[in-house]
Structures are given as C-alpha cells and as structure tokens.
C-alpha cells in the first residue's frame, strides 16, 4: 500500500470533516453493493451492515495505510466481513422474515430505497450467479470499483477478479433476456 | 464488447450519502480513540517479542531440571518385571499377582511401586508387599502410573518412575533371594507421580509426588523376592505402609 494521502492522514487523527468525505465518497456504493449480496439475516438489513462497517472502519482505521482510493477496497473488505459473520451467526440464530400481509396493516415510510437500490431483476440475476461471480460483478460492474479495490474487497488476487469478471459476465449475457422478460411482464 | 449492454444494465444509481452528525462524531471519536490507542499497542507488541524467548528459555530449563533429576538407571527404560511367587524365582510375571495380606488397608501398591528405589522406570506387576525385600529404598520418584489395586495390598501398577535413591541391601541373600530377616534401612526422598488404588478395585491415574522417607524394617517372608537383574536395592522392602502412608496420592 503507498502512503497515506491527506484525508486519510486527517482522518486518521479524527477529522470530522474529512470522515464527512470519506462517507460521502463511499457510502452510498457501500450499501448498494450490500444489497446485492445475500446476508442471510432478515433482521439485518445493508444499512445496519454498512453502519458497522463504518463503525469498525473507525476503529481500525490507524492499521490502514493507503490513499481515498484504496479505502474503498479496504473499507469492502470490512463490509464483507461482517456480512460473512452475520451469515454465520444467521445459521444458529435464525430469524423469520414476517408475514407480508401483516406488513400492510402498518404505516409504512418510504424511504429512498426505490431510488437508490439496484434493480430487483439485477438482484435475482446476481444471486443465481456463483458467489465469487456474484461479488465480483457486484464490486465491478453494481458499484464501479477497480480491479485493485475489488480484489482488496473480496481478499482475492487481481487475476482472480479478472477471470471471475469475465466469467460472470459470459453467464450474465445467457441469462438476462430471460430475466429482462420475466422482470418486463 | 457485446457485453456492452449487460454492464449498462448492471450499473447502480449510487447515491450521495451525507452522515448523521452525531454518526460522524463516532467516527472522529473512535478513530482518534484508536490513534491514541495504538502507540501502546506497539509497546505492547515489544513486551511480546521480549517475552517469547524467556518463556522459551524457562521451558527448555525446565525440562532440563526434570531430565536431570533422573538417576543412572535410565539405561534400564524397560519395565521391570515383577515376580509373581516365592517360588518361581526367575519367571517375571506382569501379570497381577495376590500376595499376602498386607498391612496396608489402603492397598496403594501402584504408588509403591514406582518409588520402588532406584533404577526403577517403569513398574508393571504386583507391588505386593515383599517383605524382606534385600535393602530399603528412598527416592524421588516421577511418573504417572495407572494402577488397580485390591484391598489387600494386591495390585498392578503400570507406570513410570524416574526414581533417586539410596538403597542399601544389609541382606542381599543368596541367590538375589532377600534375606526372610533382612533389615531394609534407607532414608530419601520420593518424588514422583504414582497412582494409588483404594480397596476394591480400581483403575485409575494419579498423579501426584511422593515426597517422604522410606525408613522400615522388613521382616517378613520372601514372598517376592526381588529379580536377579535388579540387584540389592532395587525393590522397596519393609512395610509397605511405611513409604505408601507418607505418599501423597492424587487420584
């Protein structure tokens, strides 16, 4: 990793300000690359997901060396993490979504969820992928992320984020039609 | 680049996020709780290096001291053999063997039988008693000995021993036979682990030290006479009740 640049130095030293950057440069792809992923939890939303991981992100942020860029990929890496320890914890604790027909009993708040999420049919077509496909696509092509910053997320080598991006995609082109149609109708 | 289409497809809106104010104090709080944390996290980790090596060293005198509390007699690591009648003087019998009633009620013949004296490793077989067994034998005994005893100073002791020990035979008789009369005087200490059964049988492990003195007389008969290879000394004569009272057994 290279030096530290000067918002990660700041921040480093408990600047609010450059915290506030920080958030505003990644927190959005943040969630909206948890949203592709399966937690596992109904209790546990990518919201609660991303605010952990800024929480932690703030913690451990004196073992981080590297400029605004490299955070991203550092601050994933985190991101998945947490989502492998609340898939685990789902496994022993496991909690039951509700009834939908008792949802619409209670008032509901809309949220900026339907502006900013990823497309329902893009969620399905990611989860049928396998899940380093699945991440990597999501990391690549969901949010924008590098290939360095991908592979510091997912932990893998670059050449492996490569392969599995191509790959991904190859099995993208020969199931979207139907999901485009299926989402369409 | 037919999979130009896809990705366009893929792409997310990402939104701009602006933090709560009081979540952005968090994280200004925590991260210059960390920065200050982490200058002694570094000591720390000097503390560690530092430590590792003695505690490598204090191992490695340890066992050093455990190694040489060992006598001579660590060329014989076999198990010895223990005689199983008066009779059959040169048949070893591993087998555990009844002898006559003793005066140890608790029948802790494991643990005499690896603070046997000196050279003894390792005790398989009867501990029995022995009366008049040639020389009294006190030393310091290491081991662990999985035992079954009766109640009747009957047993098996499986163990080893790493004893010390200055026996003296005053009657070695003939033969390696130990005198019927023979006075088995030795003074030193047991330290060892040995296993001591109650009344009834029993299997189990103790392991604990027996420090004590061995001083007794052995008068009786030479019910087990100790084996030829062992020599004066070798086996823990008198009472059997006067090294297996002052043992500490842990079961």
């Keep these: 990793m290279s030096d530290d640049d000067e918002l990660v130095a700041r921040a480093k030293r408990g600047d609010a300000e450059a915290w506030r950057a920080l958030y505003r440069d990644h927190a959005g792809r943040l969630v909206v690359w948890l949203g592709t992923r399966p937690l596992g939890d109904a209790a546990v939303s990518a919201e609660d997901l991303a605010a952990e991981t800024w929480l932690v992100a703030a913690e451990k942020i004196h073992a981080f060396h590297g400029d605004s860029g490299e955070f991203a990929g550092w601050l994933f890496g985190i991101a998945r993490k947490l989502g492998s320890n609340v898939h685990r914890r789902s496994g022993r604790r496991r909690t039951d979504p509700a009834d939908l027909q008792h949802l619409d009993q209670h008032p509901t708040i809309p949220g900026p969820e339907a502006e900013t999420a990823v497309k329902d049919w893009v969620v399905r077509l990611l989860a049928s992928l396998p899940p380093r496909e699945r991440d990597v696509i999501g990391c690549r092509e969901v949010v924008g992320l590098d290939v360095e910053a991908t592979a510091t997320a997912l932990g893998i080598s670059s050449v492996a984020v490569r392969v599995a991006h191509h790959r991904g995609l190859r099995r993208l082109a020969a199931r979207m039609p139907a999901e485009r149609i299926s989402a369409d109708v | ?251």
């Design chain 2, 1 to 251: 680049m037919t999979d130009r289409p896809i990705r366009d497809e893929l792409r997310a809106v990402v939104p701009t996020l602006e933090p709560d104010e009081v979540f952005l104090a968090e994280l200004s709080a925590r991260a210059a709780a960390g920065a200050v944390g982490a200058g002694p996290t570094r000591g720390g980790a000097g503390w560690r290096v530092a430590l590792a090596p003695v505690a490598v060293a204090a191992v490695l005198v340890g066992v050093a001291w455990l190694t040489g509390l060992r006598p001579d007699g660590l060329t014989d690591p076999s198990p010895a053999p223990a005689p199983t009648d008066a009779t059959a003087h040169t048949t070893p019998d591993p087998t555990p063997v009844t002898g006559p009633p003793g005066p140890d009620p608790t029948g802790a013949a494991g643990a005499t039988g690896p603070t046997a004296g000196p050279g003894h490793r390792s005790a398989v077989g009867g501990r029995s008693g022995a009366p008049g067994a040639s020389g009294a034998s006190a030393g310091a005994d290491q081991g662990q000995a999985p035992a079954q005893g009766d109640g009747q100073g009957n047993g098996q002791g499986n163990g080893q021993g790493n004893g010390q020990g200055n026996g003296q035979a005053n009657h070695p008789g003939p033969n390696g036979h130990a005198h019927p009369n023979g006075h088995a005087n030795g003074n030193g200490n047991a330290n060892g682990n040995g296993n001591g059964n109650g009344n009834g049988k029993a299997t189990g492990k103790a392991n604990g030290h027996a420090n004590g003195h061995a001083n007794g007389h052995a008068n009786g008969h030479p019910k087990h006479p100790p084996h030829p290879a062992h020599g004066p000394g070798k086996h823990a004569g008198g009472h059997p009740a006067a090294q297996a009272g002052q043992d500490r057994h842990s079961r």
